[in-house]
């Protein structure tokens, strides 16, 4: 499985998730469910691949959100399960891409069925040089250490925090490894309802 997950909130454009995919060289981001929906409502997590986007291209909206795009069924797998297995529910309900839960119940990565085809056939070697494009600027900027602060989208709903461990565009700008109260780690892209709290001077 490809670890940790690049993530997107589910109000972040269209365009914004192209770009992710783009410059990280992936077929699909997963997309955080709304953390305040009521328990059993629907799936907690979804995933928007590049088919996802292709089917939105026509449309020629790209302020369209991620979470009205992402129909993907979303299919688990165990994290111990065998490949043999992942391969057999990617055939059974003709998805391109698994999330990976771990013991308890939790993301821990995703799995494609490129990752199937290198386990089954070692890559050829990879060509030399290059980097992947330096995304736009604008929007956050962060250190680590940093915390990062989701609001709550109802009132008096709590918002949530996470602590930056990397900022990985330029000048500290998105996407952000970030570690959340329950210890889980996820690169995520965040949306308009974050916002960054500096803990510490430069």
């Given amino acids: 499985m490809s670890a940790p997950l690049v993530t997107c909130a589910s109000d972040v454009p269209l365009s914004e998730v192209a770009e992710l995919m783009a410059r990280h060289r992936i077929h699909a981001v997963v997309v955080q469910p709304d953390p305040f929906l009521p328990a059993g409502r629907g799936e907690p997590w979804s995933v928007?691949?590049?088919i996802d986007l292709v089917a939105a291209a026509p449309f020629d909206d790209p302020d369209v959100s991620a979470g009205r795009i992402a129909a993907t069924p979303v299919v688990q797998v165990q994290r111990g399960e065998s490949l043999a297995r992942a391969a057999m529910l990617m055939g059974e309900?003709?998805?391109t891409h698994l999330i990976v839960v771990g013991a308890d119940g939790e993301p821990a990565g995703i799995v494609s069925a490129l990752d199937v085809a290198r386990a089954l056939s070692p890559p050829p070697p990879r060509p030399g040089g290059g980097q992947a494009p330096e995304p736009r600027?604008?929007?956050?900027?962060a250190r680590p250490g940093d915390r990062l602060l989701i609001s709550g989208h109802h009132l008096?709903?709590?918002g949530r925090d996470?602590?930056?461990l990397e900022a990985r565009g330029p000048d500290g700008g998105p996407p952000f490894l970030v570690?959340?109260?329950d210890g889980r780690e996820s690169l995520l892209y965040p949306g308009?309802?974050?916002?960054?709290q500096r803990l510490r001077e430069p």
Avoid: K, M
């Fill in 48 to 50: 928007i691949s590049e």
């Fill in 93 to 95: 309900y003709a998805v």
């Fill in 137 to 141: 600027g604008g929007g956050l900027r």
């Fill in 156 to 158: 008096g709903e709590p």
């Fill in 162 to 164: 996470a602590q930056i």
């Fill in 179 to 181: 570690r959340w109260e």
């Fill in 192 to 196: 308009s309802d974050a916002s960054v």
